[in-house]
């Protein structure tokens, strides 16, 4: 794999997770790091130590090689060096597995997206097939992946939707938000239609903590 390198995703509770970057257009992928931390100084004028995560911003668009890290952060971006004409193509895979299951061998990409997409064209054309109008099935078929993509994983905590954030006052009676002394927001509401219960809100959070590994 042209440019292939791998960063390691460690978080307390769960499987170590190796996640490889690519590009058949691109050179040797640059591995960027950052903490998930909101940027005190631009934001509030305080004192506060970076890689902020904003950093990515700064570094790519302002070459501010002190807005990020090199070797770990709880944030990670896997940067690709593209030169695409008009009309061009440029393709950038990346992929997340366990790092207790590694490949048996390489693995196949283009082999295994075009297995998955001939699947995919299976379901629909038995789901689809009373449905002449080819704008219909493309509409149709729109809207079902995004309602099973949406059905893949969904944490609802009750406890810590109830209780909210340990930096501020308790959300139950706060009406969706909760406010921070500076007027800010540090919790909010989001909903979704769950395929067995109806309406349900929660909120989702995790860390992971990216650590730079070297190329394969």
Not at 7 to 29: C, N, R
Not at 73 to 86: E, M
């Amino acid at each position: 794999m042209n440019g292939a390198r791998y960063v390691l995703a460690e978080q307390a509770g769960h499987e170590k997770m190796v996640v490889t970057a690519w590009s058949p257009d691109a050179g040797a992928i640059d591995w960027l790091f950052c903490e998930n931390e909101t940027n005190v100084k631009r934001l509030f004028g305080m004192d506060g130590e970076g890689s902020f995560k904003d950093g990515f911003n700064d570094h790519l668009l302002q070459r501010d090689e002190q807005a990020i890290r090199r070797d770990a952060g709880t944030r990670a971006a896997a940067h690709a060096h593209l030169r695409i004409a008009a009309h061009g193509r440029a393709v950038v895979y990346m992929r997340w597995h366990p790092e207790s299951a590694p490949d048996d061998a390489p693995l196949d990409v283009e082999a295994l997206f075009d297995k998955r997409i001939a699947e995919a064209d299976a379901f629909y054309g038995a789901l689809q097939h009373e449905i002449a109008d080819a704008d219909q099935r493309l509409v149709q078929r729109q809207a079902l992946a995004g309602m099973l993509w949406s059905k893949q994983y969904y944490q609802f905590d009750v406890t810590r939707w109830l209780d909210g954030d340990p930096c501020s006052r308790s959300p139950r009676n706060s009406g969706g938000t909760c406010a921070t002394p500076t007027g800010g927001i540090c919790a909010m509401r989001t909903s979704c239609r769950c395929p067995t219960n109806g309406n349900t809100r929660g909120m989702r959070r995790g860390t992971s903590r990216f650590m730079r590994r070297r190329s394969r």
